[in-house]
RNA sequence: GGGCCUAUAGCUCAGUCGGUUAGAGCGCACGCCUGAUAAGCGUGAGGCCGGUGGUUCAAGUCCACCUAGGCCCA
């Protein structure tokens, strides 16, 4: 007789090196460096060699501060695209890319090292501070287990690169969709520049406050009443300097106006306002006529001290928080009032030079400043009897981040892209109905900002760039508009990067002969502004005719939802200016990364996670499985109570794999394999379940609706195999005879479902399933990474239409069975299951199918006995007859019998016999 | 202020054309097992479907408004 010890012996446990204990922080590094010195990526893309492509093109981030969270789950989204396409057969290559130019990396340097004025020095400045932050990027990217050619990026300071964005800037000149035309813009008067919305600080700031009388022309036409009498427009402004460049006056269509009777004056405004002018003035009004804004549209009225008309205009923007209800319109001098002075054909007048001073065109202030010309204005407003109430206001004002000082708003000329000359936007309207927008509702995000957007303003007053490629007479500062020039311009910066602007005379760049079309001169001066960014990294579509390996247009574009404004639109107007059509055909976008309580992630706030904690105190795969299971079209939430939860459903499917693996430690596929008609019930139900399952999970893949996959696989893990499959074929793979038939039915099957949930899962969990597949018996054709196979082939179901019924009768008797066990155990009747014995009531047709599968009961309930009887449905618990055997703990009437043998069942005691 | 989007259990998600008592997994509680063991199994309790109105015989689902939140503009 054998003792226990002998017999534990003889069962064949589960053993494996795969550990159950993850320790991803320490064990991610190490499969980082296999994939590294096994030079993955290439070899995937040359076993790829010859395959359909499937391009996704990266949108390049900004190469600037350390990576958050919302970039790994951008970068990992792309990762699950392009690994699955190419394991469903693609040859899908990763290109990486960069966006380098541009203010936020000046201002960083500035910080740094102060404002130079060696503009090449300053670049050199900007540039090296980019590069760092490529390589910082690329290195965290890589840590997420993001595959691709990161050796290789494209960067928008390559000089390749620049001078592909010289070319398109050239085909936009060459279709005339280039005009320059004037712009207001923040303007520092003290450095003599222009500022952008971030060099901008707000502080408090006294300003003159007053209320200016503007002459209504032709008052008759709002009321006959008041034909003849004095009617005024009453305006309130803070900048008095800015009446000369006054071309306009603003009411709000929809609100209550009023004409007040004051003595012999009458005074349009707001009716609500109306009691602080009374206030201000010490008066009391008369209302005597009452109109809504939108009636007074088109009236003139003569500027209260040049010879000029002021037109009233309606605008949207004018409230009632202040002032009058009638807003002071200079389209020079402000954002909103140049808005409106576009739509309603205004000159954008801006009299004023760089150092703040008045130019010619306002003879009584030329020279001045424009705080020295505020007291001059009042002044002849006073002498003109305009000026109907004055004094001062402590207001937030913007200021100057360098100097501190006070900054204006400037108008100066800028290059604009035209949306409607050449038929841009309705080309661009006509092709978002061709691109898949998934979600499908941006495209009408995208459809209703490219339909109402103005015209691209695409230069910028800055160092840290790609210049805008005319050049002006000397003479008579005519712009140098030519496609042999800008030519020449690419040709250079290909060879020498952008940096050459500043370093070479105009004559390098301009080819002899070429003289000014207005004067005749042909001395020249280069253009200083550089080129809008989003302008450059619209232009990155180019690169996937360059690379050699890729294909223009891209399938997929893949980014947040910013940038329906940004990438995505900057992307289709370059490119499909250029090309003729979109550089996409699927749009997709995720949302936005949010902490739990479903708010914005700020510093301000406190409630930021930085990735590299996650990947510090988690690993990279608990970051890709939370990706996996997020609906990600919508905004996402990460917090600590998620990545608990996400770590146990990480443990658990980490101990599927396991469990599998120690189960297969003798299984050799190529010879042990069972043939598909010898597979037990049990082993032909959960292999059609789990193909059914595959063939679903590439059709998502395809679809790229990764948190249905990661649902459904996390579900198969948990319901189908953990607590029914692999619960119930135990007792066949331990006790079994290791040869035996049944235990090799059982080794089948989960060989199948092991390897291929690692191929299926490999573009999710990218580390756990290459650690599990090093640990899954070697067989024929056997990749040495999971990355390299492709999904599996579709296999078909094993179960008929009638065996798929009989077993959902099986499995709601195994729900009323586990019931009535429970019950027994509460009892306290039994405790383990083996202890029982089942009796079955079923009605007939029922009765038949329990019958049917009643050889295997013993595995499917995990009892030693049972009976089936005809009646309505219920389960019975008994005791099991017999005495326990000792090696299977089945509880069998024959145990006890054999002499040889007495502490085991016949089973037992035949594969004991068979190895001993 | 405008464009677009979101709201179902503590968490992540289902919920068809409007149609019985709104589902799953996890977590939680209780129990079992000790041959997946820092594991495994079973049972159970959790829901004003963001709110208010409306359409309808019938609303988580359709409509309007509101609240809270998100992105992009102004």
Partial sequence: MLDPKELKRTLNLPRTDFPMKASLPQREPQILKKWKEMNLYKRIREQRKGRPRFILHDGPPYANGRIHLGHALNKILKDFVVKSYSMMGYDAPYLPGWDCHGLPIEIKVENQIGRLEDKIKFRRECKKYAERFVKLQRDEFIRLGVFGEWENPYLTMDPGYEAEIIRHIKGFFQRGEVYRAKKPVYWCPHCKTALAEAEIEYHEHKSPSVYVKFPLLEPEKLSPSLRDKKVFVVIWTTTPWTLPANLAIA?????????????????????LLAPMLEEELGASFELVHKFEGRELEGFKAKHPFLNRESLVVLADYVTLEQGTGCVHTAPGHGEEDYQTGLKYG????????????????????????????????????????????????????????????????????????????????????????????????????????????????????????????????????EPLVKPEVMDRVAEVFEREGSDSWFLHPPEYFIPEGIKCEKCGSSQFVKENDIVDVWFESGTSHAVLKHREDHRWPAD???????????????????????????????????????????????????NVIEPGEIIKDYGAEILRLWVAFLDYTEDVKLGQNILQRLTEAYRKMRNTWRFMLGNLRDFIPQEHTVKEEELLPSDRFILTRFRTLAGRVKELYRNYQYYKIAHLFYDFFTVDLSSFYLDIVKDRLYCSAPGALERRAAQTAIFEMARDSMRLLAPIL???????????PEFP???????????????????????????????????????ALDQARKEGFIGNSLEASLLFYAPAEEKRVLEKYSPYFLELFIVSAWRIEEGEERVEVERAPGKK?????????????DPQHPNLCPRCIAVVKELI
Wanted: glycine share 8%; net charge negative.
């Fill in 781 to 819: 054709g056997k990749s040495p990474s999971v990355h390299l196979e492709v999904f599996p082939p579709q296999l078909p179901s094993l179960l008929t239409e009638e065996e798929e019924k009989e077993w959902d009768v099986l499995m709601k008797y195994r729900d009323l069975a586990n019931k």
């Fill in 766 to 776: 990218s580390f756990t399933a290459e650690e599990a597949w090093e640990h899954l």
């Fill in 346 to 477: 205004l000159e954008i007048l801006s009299p004023v030079d760089d150092e703040g001073r008045f130019t010619g065109e306002v003879e009584f202030l030329q020279g001045k400043t424009v705080w020295e010309a505020n007291p001059l204005v009042l002044e002849v407003l006073r002498e003109k009897g305009m000026l109907l109430a004055q004094g001062e206001i402590t207001h937030s004002y913007p200021h100057c981040w360098r100097c501190k000082g006070p900054v204006i708003f400037r108008a100066t000329p800028q290059w604009f892209i035209s949306m409607d000359k050449a038929g841009l936007r309705d080309k661009a309207l006509r092709e978002i109905k061709k691109v898949r927008w998934i979600p499908s509702w941006g495209e009408e995000r995208i459809y209703n900002m490219i339909e109402n957007r103005p015209d691209w303003c695409i230069s910028r007053q800055r160092s840290w760039g790609v210049p805008i490629p005319v050049f002006y007479c000397k003479n008579c500062g």
């Fill in 556 to 606: 997929v574009y893949l980014e947040g939802n910013d940038q329906y404004r940004g990438w995505f639109h900057s992307s289709l107007l370059v490119g499909l200016a250029n090309e003729g059509e979109s550089p996409y055909r699927v749009v997709i976008t995720h949302g936005w990364v949010l902490d739990e309580q479903g708010r914005a992630m700020s510093k301000s706030m406190g």
């Fill in 251 to 271: 009411l709000h269509p929809d609100y209550d106006y009023g004409v007040f009777r004051n003595g012999e004056e009458y005074y349009i405004l707001a009716r």
């Fill in 885 to 897: 055997c000792e090696r299977c703990w089945v509880y069998h009437p024959e145990v006890g019998k």
